[in-house]
């Protein structure tokens, strides 16, 4: 009999890649979609027949984490060996301005999952955990599992409370729930308001003459890029793992906004020259010498996370997990996939 996972956040981008990687290991996959207005699931429409709401290897169920009605409903109907929550509101900027919201769905979000899965009487269900870098904040780099909680936003908040909450229903009802503490990680399906692929999509937008300038908040921020291609092997092989335990999940390697503007620019062929500081400055493009980049307060946060940087030593030692994209790879996935 095929295994069942069970998948929160199935039509987001780690959903969808993990998606794709399980029915490959031959799971019977299900996923949760919540109600919108118009469809949500064009990252699984490849794998996922909409007419019939399902297919054989991929199962859809309508539900939210901000409904434990729904979520008692499915797990009860599925009876899954394995439940991944990627659920989030996962934009750590706008949790400034739903905070409230950011916190149900986030804190609570996992708080139902694991209640439920605790009274579940029928098998031994694991369970696996998004945390996130962005938990470490103000903590200096290189981050690794023993590194200070600091956090800098509601959303990072949130996902503190849920890390503590998974490790407290290991200890207390010795649940098989695990923490991948996931460092930043892109791909051509990420959301279009992270950072990275609105700096590829605007970059090859201006190439071809549709945008003429991007606009920016920070461009000093530094983070830990990694590919999520890469990142959903790491959840399946943290449950595989005999004992539940909490994993950092990185590339080891950061650089700065910037400098990921620098190399997207490089490898679209254009040649930015950078003048002023501050909210001033800008990039001009060498050969039409026109203004490409600007900068606009309004993308700053209140708070910012300065520099992350994972050393992801347990992951590699214990699970034989490694990172296969670099960052220079990773840049050039997301360009191929804007033409
Ligand atoms: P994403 O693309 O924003 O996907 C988030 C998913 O959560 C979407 O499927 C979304 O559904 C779903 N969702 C949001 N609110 C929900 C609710 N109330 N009930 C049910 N589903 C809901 O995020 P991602 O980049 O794939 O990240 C996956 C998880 O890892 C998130 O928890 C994120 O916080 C965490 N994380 C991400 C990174 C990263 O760099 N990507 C790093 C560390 C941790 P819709 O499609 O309907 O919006
Ligand atoms: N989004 C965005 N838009 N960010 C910008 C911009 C802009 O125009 N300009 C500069 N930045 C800076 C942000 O201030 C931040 O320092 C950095 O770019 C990365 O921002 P995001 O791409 O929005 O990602 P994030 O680091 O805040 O959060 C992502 O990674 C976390 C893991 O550390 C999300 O995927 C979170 O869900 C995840 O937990």
Redesign the pocket.
């Known amino acids: 009999m095929k295994k069942k996972a069970l998948i929160?956040?199935?039509?987001?981008?780690?959903?969808s890649y993990l998606a794709e990687y399980l029915i490959k290991k031959k799971y019977q996959v299900h996923g949760?979609?919540?109600r919108?207005s118009t469809p949500?699931t064009s990252r699984i429409d490849h794998i996922f027949d909409s007419v019939n709401f399902n297919n054989k290897d991929l199962i859809m169920h309508h539900?939210?984490?901000?409904d434990s009605g729904s979520l008692y409903r499915i797990i009860n109907q599925i009876n899954p060996d394995e439940i991944y929550?990627?659920?989030?509101?996962?934009?750590v900027k706008i949790s400034f301005q739903i905070p409230e919201y950011t916190s149900d769905?986030?804190a609570l979000?996992p708080l139902r999952l694991l209640e439920i899965i605790r009274h579940y009487k029928k098998k031994k269900i694991k369970f696996y955990q998004?945390?996130?870098?962005?938990m470490f904040g103000k903590s200096k780099p290189p981050q690794n599992e023993k590194t200070l909680f600091l956090p800098r936003s509601v959303?990072a908040i949130s996902?503190v409370f849920a890390y503590h909450c998974v490790v407290h229903y290991r200890e207390a009802y010795n649940l098989h729930a695990c923490n991948g503490?996931?460092?930043?990680?892109?791909s051509p399906?990420?959301?279009v308001n992270?950072v990275t692929k609105k700096i590829v999509q605007g970059l090859t937008r201006i190439k071809n003459g549709q945008q003429k300038t991007l606009t920016l908040g920070n461009l000093y921020a530094r983070r830990d890029w990694g590919h999520?291609k890469d990142y959903v092997e790491s959840m399946w092989k943290i449950l595989q793992h005999k004992t539940a335990d909490d994993y950092v999940v990185s590339t080891n390697t950061s650089h700065s906004v910037k400098d990921f503007v620098k190399l997207c620019a490089k490898k679209l062929n254009m040649n930015i020259i950078w003048k002023n500081k501050g909210f001033k400055e800008i990039g001009i493009e060498k050969n039409t010498n026109r203004i490409i980049i600007k900068i606009d307060k309004k993308y700053f946060r209140e708070t910012e996370v300065d520099n992350l940087i994972g050393d992801y030593s347990k992951a590699k030692n214990r699970l034989k997990w490694k990172p296969r994209y670099s960052f220079e790879k990773l840049v050039d996935d997301m360009i191929k996939n804007e033409f």
């Open positions: 929160f956040g199935i039509t987001g981008q780690d959903g949760i979609k919540r919108t949500n539900g939210d984490l901000s929550n990627l659920a989030a509101q996962s934009h769905v986030n979000g998004a945390s996130s870098s962005e959303y996902k503490i996931l460092f930043n990680h892109e399906r990420r959301g992270f999520a």
